[in-house]
């Protein structure tokens, strides 16, 4: 039996949780894409591998970053920025491969987001203990476009409140293929992900990896 058989048997879960008004958990949608998706992920970070960024308040995040697609996400002391060059390797960030486009696209739609072209997919790691604390996506130009976000490996815990930080927010257990997308009305809802329980992922050990798709201008 395979790892990904191994992953889809017993999933009982249903296959779609609303989140809020526009915002909503496909679980286990990423689970065709896998094959592809996992060997195209590597590619990339040979390429562009993982790092910690600093924020502008000059903390270095606990979630280590790459990004793949035209432009990419960055953090730096003078602050975020979508940027199409990797400030690490002075190079271009590695193109967005077509099964993580395809994946996105139909993801989007599935939820009612007809359409969905990012541009950027930022690629979050996070090992045991690691965290990302409340924020609003808002360094896009267009908020029409909703965010779509794909989970990979050890389970973790989604933070998704409203449009004001002391909103208390929602808690989503979010597992390996689950894909979650906001837009519309939850577009600018704050969210977060609590610190990540240790445990062993059969098919990404020790660690999660979060792709999130945004049409960034
Ligand atoms: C993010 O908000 O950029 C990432 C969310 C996640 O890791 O699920
Ligand atoms: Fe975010």
């Not at 058989?5 to 609303?18: I, K």
């Not at 970070?45 to 606990?62: E, N």
């Not at 390996?176 to 610190?195: E, I, K, N, Q, T």
Request: with cysteine; aromatic share 8%.
């Amino acid at each position: 039996m395979t790892a990904d058989l191994f992953e889809s048997v017993g999933d009982t879960r249903p296959p779609r949780e609303a989140m809020a008004e526009g915002a909503v958990v496909l679980r286990g949608f990423a689970r065709p894409f896998e094959a592809e998706l996992l060997p195209a992920l590597r590619a990339i970070l040979k390429q562009s591998p993982f790092r910690h960024l600093v924020t502008p308040g000059g903390h270095r995040m606990s979630v280590a970053m790459t990004n793949c697609g035209s432009v990419g996400w960055v953090s730096d002391p003078t602050g975020y920025r979508y940027d199409a060059i990797d400030p690490e390797s002075g190079q271009k960030w590695p193109a967005m491969p077509p099964v993580l486009r395809r994946l996105a696209a139909d993801a989007a739609d599935d939820a009612g987001y007809k359409g969905f072209a990012p541009e950027a997919c930022l690629i979050n790691r996070y090992v045991p203990g690691a965290k990302l604390s409340l924020h609003q996506d808002k360094d896009e130009l267009d908020f029409a476009a909703p965010i779509v976000s794909v989970s990979l490996g050890l389970p973790a815990i989604f933070l998704f409140g409203g449009l004001k930080r002391a909103d208390k927010p929602a808690r989503f257990r979010l597992e390996h293929s689950d894909v979650v997308v906001w837009g519309g009305p939850s577009r600018l809802f704050f969210h977060g992900v609590a610190p990540l329980a240790d445990g062993e992922h059969a098919v990404m050990c020790r660690q999660r990896i979060n792709l999130t798709f945004r049409k960034a201008r």
